[in-house]
């Protein structure tokens, strides 16, 4: 049986998302250690720490992911942005670490007004600079699949392959597949032989063994579209023939899958489920394990 949860809220408190969570019936749960959409943040207090793991045995549940800030641009080519960036994810890494979040996803960058080539470069740049000042830091990094949206990095298997055969520190990096993004990259993995085909390319260019988390999302967008707009599983343009797929792959079996659907009520039947409960429930009757 595959390991699925959510992103969950952290207001109230970092053991907040784990109850919540628990609630929802996640066996993993993402969250952000610190506002997104802010550079500065509070420090973690040991309160803060003590709770959060004693929710997380309380609850049983042995995955966490933590998402890095939206601010964060390790592929920019202003100096003064992809510094702070730096700063900023050795800062987002330290704080999952204290909290014992094994993996901080991020997105790995926009090139805005350099090229790809560039961008890239400058990401694996970057996870060195990260990677050279914390020495002692075991939480790494995974580098999110984008949907290509502008000029952002990652959208393309090779570019995630080139920013790890770029960085020396490439050992400390794994990959977080997110299905929305991949769709609108443009990977049809309605398709049963599509499917095949790009796990095979993930394997050559980058190693499934790098693969270590997965967001699971539904696309607003049509295939290709390079739009980043999540739906509720089954309702978009995916469907739910690649979650079965997913959800059956014995490959995947022991990789935690998060939902980063929509918050909120159910308005329709049946009344009591929100839908996470909801997301979840469609998952899991996926899987014939
Ligand atoms: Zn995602
Ligand atoms: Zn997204």
């Not at 749960?29 to 803060?48: E, G, H, S, Y």
């Not at 055969?165 to 490439?170: D, L, M």
Request: proline letters at 3%; one cysteine or more; hydrophobic letters at 35%.
């Amino acid at each position: 049986m595959p390991i699925l949860g959510a992103h969950m809220s952290i207001a109230g408190g970092y053991y907040k998302s784990i109850d919540s969570g628990a609630a929802a019936g996640c066996q993993c749960v993402q969250l952000f250690t610190k506002n997104n959409n802010q550079w500065r943040a509070k420090d973690i207090c040991d309160d803060d720490v003590s709770l959060f793991r004693t929710q997380l045995a309380t609850h049983g549940i042995k995955h966490t992911l933590s998402h890095a800030s939206y601010l964060i641009n390790m592929g920019s080519p202003k100096d003064e942005l992809w510094e702070k960036s730096i700063d900023a994810f050795v800062i987002e890494l330290q704080r999952a670490e204290l909290l014992g979040i094994p993996y901080v996803v991020v997105h790995p960058g926009s090139y805005t007004t350099s090229t790809a080539a560039e961008g890239i470069q400058r990401i694996a740049v970057a996870l060195d600079e990260v990677h050279k000042r914390l020495p002692e830091v075991t939480t790494k990094c995974l580098l999110e699949t984008t949907a290509g949206q502008g000029s952002n990095l990652g959208w393309q298997l090779e570019q995630l392959a080139e920013m790890l055969q770029q960085c020396q520190s490439s050992e400390r990096v794994g990959i977080c597949v997110d299905t929305c993004h991949m769709f609108a990259a443009g990977y049809d993995l309605r398709d049963e032989s599509i499917y095949a085909q790009t796990w095979e390319q993930f394997d050559q260019l980058i190693g499934l063994e790098r693969l270590l988390a997965f967001h699971l999302n539904d696309s607003k967008r049509e295939l290709g579209s390079r739009k980043d707009r999540h739906e509720h599983i089954g309702a978009g343009e995916m469907g739910l023939e690649p979650f079965r797929l997913l959800l059956n792959d014995p490959r995947f079996t022991n990789i935690p899958m998060y939902l980063e659907t929509a918050k909120g009520d159910r308005p329709d039947c049946p009344a009591e489920l929100t839908w996470d409960q909801y997301n979840l429930e469609t998952l899991r009757s996926l899987n014939t394990s």
